[in-house]
């Protein structure tokens, strides 16, 4: 049986699904946290916060690798936080799926 080995574009998918989702996570448990009257401590957010993002990040560095790139560039700016996640995979995903927008922008390989 042959081993099944996802693409590019499923990992950074991956990547993006995990991140979002991850952002949406911690602010609907905060927001119901702080609804039903608990006290939600700032610095524990931040590490559960911190400790899923090394999921997205993850999938970053792997795509990266596959795409040729520097992975420690790519992966050390995802790993800053959620939102810097979102930002990497979006930006490695926008030219592989529009690639209208690289016919405007001109072929910069020289």
Not at 17 to 42: C, E, H, K, P, Q
Not at 65 to 72: D, I, T, V
Not at 77 to 92: D, E, Y
Request: hydrophobic residues 50%.
């Amino acid at each position: 049986m042959k081993s099944y080995s996802p693409n590019v574009d499923e990992i950074l998918l991956r990547a993006l699904t995990s991140a979002f989702l991850g952002m949406l996570g911690i602010f609907a448990i905060t927001y119901v946290m702080r609804g039903i009257g608990l006290s939600v401590n700032d610095d524990y957010v931040f590490i559960v916060t911190a400790l899923y993002n090394i999921i997205p990040t993850w999938h970053i560095v792997r795509a990266v690798k596959m795409l040729g790139k520097n992975p420690w560039l790519y992966g050390g700016i995802s790993i800053i936080g959620i939102p810097f996640s979102l930002l990497v995979s979006s930006t490695l995903m926008i030219p592989r799926d529009f690639q209208f927008i690289t016919k405007i922008l001109g072929d910069r390989k020289k």
